[in-house]
T-cell receptor, first 117, second 117 residues
Framework: AQKITQTQPGMFVQEKEAVTLDCTYD???????LFWYKQPSSGEMIFLIY??????QNATEGRYSLNFQKARKSANLVISASQLGDSAMYFC??????????????FGSGTRLQVQP | GAGVSQSPSNKVTEKGKDVELRCDPI?????LYWYRQRLGQGLEFLIY????????KSGLPSDRFSAERTGESVSTLTIQRTQQEDSAVYLC???????????????FGDGTRLSIL
């Protein structure tokens, strides 16, 4: 079974509008963390935002917020007031802490976001 | 610079040759990760180093792949007898010590684009 599922291979959004990128995850580990990364066409991976499984509030970082619905196992990224520079691939990733002991991230297949002027 | 440094940025080699990829993590980061990203796909975990602990090699796809790290410094990923399916971008990341909390983000280098002819 896929650990991280991103069902939107591509998304379009108009500049200045908000957009939601979907991410669902699968784990039996009670303690885990969820990360979103941005990968522009230049290839570097840029950390955007983190949500811990025990965090009571949704994480926010500037224009980025994470809509965390634990019971549904979803961790959608919301980008407000989209900018042309937001055009990139976006990856959702998970780190499970207790079950596997692994500290590496498991990544989804990504969503390509294109912001239109 | 202050970021993760990888070399070479590009490597083209013939099938059957050995290649060595280098990663210089952010100073003070005890955790180091190698990932592989095939064209148009997400990142696949390869190997993880944490301080002087035994590395987590569970992601290495075959015994042709190996990696070393001396202490908390440079790491090298070696691929022996390269095959065409090894063509990918190899990304290195580092993070601060991953304790029970594990919320430290991984900071990525720009990757090495490996092409096997």
């Amino acid at each position: 079974a896929q650990k991280i599922t991103q069902t939107q291979p591509g998304m379009f959004v108009q500049e200045k509008e908000a957009v939601t990128l979907d991410c669902t995850y699968d784990t039996s580990d009670p303690s885990y963390g969820l990360f979103w990364y941005k990968q522009p066409s230049s290839g570097e991976m840029i950390f955007l935002i983190y949500q811990g499984s025990y965090d009571q509030q949704n994480a926010t970082e500037g224009r980025y917020s994470l809509n965390f619905q634990k019971a549904r196992k979803s961790a959608n990224l919301v980008i407000s007031a989209s900018q042309l520079g937001d055009s990139a691939m976006y990856f959702c990733a998970m780190r499970e802490y207790l079950d596997t002991g692994r500290r590496a991230l498991t990544f989804g297949s990504g969503t390509r976001l294109q912001v239109q002027p | 610079g202050a970021g993760v440094s990888q070399s070479p940025s590009n490597k083209v080699t013939e099938k059957g040759k050995d290649v060595e990829l280098r990663c210089d993590p952010i100073s003070g980061h005890t955790a180091l990760y190698w990932y592989r990203q095939r064209l148009g796909q997400g990142l696949e975990f390869l190997i993880y180093f944490q301080g002087n602990s035994a590395p987590d090699k569970s992601g290495l796809p075959s015994d042709r792949f190996s990696a070393e790290r001396t202490g908390e410094s440079v790491s090298t990923l070696t691929i022996q007898r390269t095959q065409q399916e090894d063509s990918a971008v190899y990304l290195c990341a580092s993070s601060e010590s991953t304790g029970a909390d594990g919320n430290q983000p991984q900071h990525f280098g720009d990757g090495t684009r490996l092409s096997i002819l």
